[in-house]
């Protein structure tokens, strides 16, 4: 299978956002009560404010993820010089053929483009299937940059030095 890592378009935001959202959905990764659904969901926002990124294989979205820059409101933990992504979901039918590492270096490559020194990311301590992928690309924790949005949600930071 050919996959091509291209920007989002406008034409597949809703259906960016859908596939965000049933990717943490389908794991649990929604807590209960919260709106992070809706912020899945607004693929919109994310392309505006950030990086919309897609894996495609021409026919079917594949998977997704949100590139930061620093600056960027959807930015959480990055700080100058480092690139950040975020939201990365993949699709029920596309798990297990490395579409995960394939976006996650996508973005190890994106922050290299831009001349940043790091890529950086936080990632619920429960995503120990995610955190497999990232140890595998060569990141490695970053324990001072933990943090808990919310009560009962507490994120790991992990980050590549480039």
Not at 42 to 45: R, V, W
Not at 53 to 62: F, K, M, N, Q, R
Not at 111 to 115: C, F, I, P, W
């Given at each position: 299978m050919t996959?091509?890592?291209r920007l989002a378009r406008p034409a597949e935001y809703d259906e960016v956002g859908e596939l965000t959202a049933e990717a943490y959905a389908v794991d649990g990764f929604i807590p209960a009560g919260s709106d992070y659904g809706l912020t899945l969901r607004?693929?919109?926002?994310r392309a505006a404010k950030a990086e919309l990124?897609?894996?495609?294989?021409?026919?079917?979205?594949?998977g997704t993820v949100t590139f930061c820059v620093p600056g960027s409101v959807y930015g959480e933990l990055g700080r100058d010089g480092e690139g950040e992504f975020r939201m990365l979901g993949v699709s029920a039918k596309a798990r297990g053929l490395g579409i995960g590492t394939a976006l996650s270096?996508?973005?190890i490559d994106r922050?290299?483009?831009?001349?940043f020194h790091r890529v950086v990311l936080s990632s619920a301590t429960y995503m120990t299937t995610a955190h497999r992928i990232y140890e595998r690309l060569g990141f490695t924790r970053l324990p001072e940059r933990d943090w808990s949005p919310r009560p009962g949600v507490d994120l790991y930071a992990f980050s590549l030095d480039l």
């Open positions: 996959t091509e890592i607004n693929a919109a926002d990124w897609v894996a495609s294989d021409g026919t079917d979205l594949l270096q996508h973005c922050s290299r483009e831009l001349g």
